[in-house]
Nanobody, 127 residues
Framework: QVRLVESGGGLVQAGGSLRLSCAASGRTFSRAAMGWFRQAPGKEREFVAVITKNGGNTYYADSVTGRFTISRDNAKNTVYLQMNFLKPEDTAVYYC????????????????????WGQGTQVTVSS
């Protein structure tokens, strides 16, 4: 059974930074693309960023491009999301997820194609 545990969320002022971490256990981490999604109250879960299994490709939502950076350390079974220049509209619960069946960005940007999910970590950005 795969277990994903996010950490690093919190309250930050607009313009500030946070780094989220997601530690994976119970699978061969390096075989899975790892993504970050977020869900704000009353809204659909949306794609934020994804990194392919070998770290060779990354994809971002337009709303976070240039501000967020996804990375992974396969030796530590951990994926990170560095978030800079945070805005109030970034407020949401952030989830990490793993996908080992697809490598195309078309699928990796859609939460329905992910197999495993963490419990989420709250990010709140005050104005």
């Amino acid at each position: 059974q795969v277990r994903l545990v996010e950490s690093g969320g919190g309250l930050v002022q607009a313009g500030g930074s946070l780094r989220l971490s997601c530690a994976a256990s119970g699978r061969t981490f390096s075989r899975a693309a790892m993504g970050w999604f977020r869900q704000a109250p009353g809204k659909e879960r949306e794609f934020v960023a994804v990194i392919t299994k070998n770290g060779g490709n990354t994809y971002y939502a337009d709303s976070v491009t240039g501000r967020f950076t996804i990375s992974r350390d396969n030796a530590k079974n951990t994926v990170y999301l560095q978030m800079n220049f945070l805005k109030p509209e970034d407020t949401a619960v952030y989830y990490c997820a793993g996908c080992d069946a697809y490598s195309s960005s078309y699928y990796l940007k859609r939460h329905a194609y992910y197999d495993d999910w963490g419990q989420g970590t709250q990010v709140t950005v005050s104005s």
